[in-house]
T-cell receptor
């Protein structure tokens, strides 16, 4: 398995534009997590899914953020409209269990909003 | 007070030295304690986790939890240049979400 695959690796966009980040989890993993990492706030859990169903989205910062998982092999995180303070590295991770002891992270998407 | 506090470093030590990385946490309900290693421009990878108090050893790495003082430690013996990375501690309990420290940057000097 190639691991968790995220795209794009880098994204530069203008304030107000819509941004869509993509993630392909490891096959067979029931849990999928979206994280955001910044220098100021560190690594934060935004939302996680279990069997394609969103379970906890309490970490999603605002209504401008939305996440979907239409099937077991694909998830998106969308920001609309984007703002400069959304600039961060966004990670997707997947695991067999909620505990994350076997969680695998993707390479991340570095988002810059100018 | 932040839920998990971690000195950002950087911490520079000579190759072969013993490294001690530490975190403190505020919520006594946390039950699981994890250490992640993150290389530059990569995603975090889980190094070790422990449940409740006590020690856990894996090769050159030892994780230690003291719930009475809410203190988490990671020790690296015989440190190598390849250990140079950012180390993130994290805590979790089943009724809440995982909380990460901001990470400590570690440099092992050859």
């Amino acid at each position: 398995d190639a691991g968790v695959i995220q795209s794009p690796r880098h994204e530069v966009t203008e304030m107000g534009q819509e941004v869509t980040l993509r993630c392909k989890p490891i096959s067979g993993h029931d849990y999928l997590f979206w994280y955001r990492q910044t220098m100021m706030r560190g690594l934060e859990l935004l939302i996680y899914f279990n069997n394609n169903v969103p379970i906890d989205d309490s970490g999603m910062p605002e209504d401008r953020f939305s996440a979907k998982m239409p099937n077991a092999s694909f998830s998106t995180l969308k920001i609309q409209p984007s703002e400069p303070r959304d600039s961060a590295v966004y990670f997707c991770a997947s695991s067999l269990e909620l505990l994350n002891t076997e969680a695998f992270f993707g390479q991340g998407t570095r988002l810059t909003v100018v | 007070q932040k839920e998990v506090e971690q000195d950002p470093g950087p911490l520079s030590v000579p190759e072969g030295a013993i490294v001690s990385l530490n975190c403190t946490y505020s919520n006594s309900a946390f039950q699981y304690f994890m250490w992640y290693r993150q290389y530059s421009r990569k995603g975090p990878e889980l190094l070790m986790y422990t449940y409740s108090s006590g020690n856990k050893e894996d090769g050159r790495f030892t994780a230690q939890v003291d719930k009475s003082s809410k203190y988490i430690s990671l020790f690296i013996r015989d440190s190598q240049p390849s250990d140079s990375a950012t180390y993130l501690c994290a805590t979790w309990n089943r009724d809440d979400k995982i909380i990460f420290g901001k990470g400590t940057r570690l440099h092992i000097l050859p």
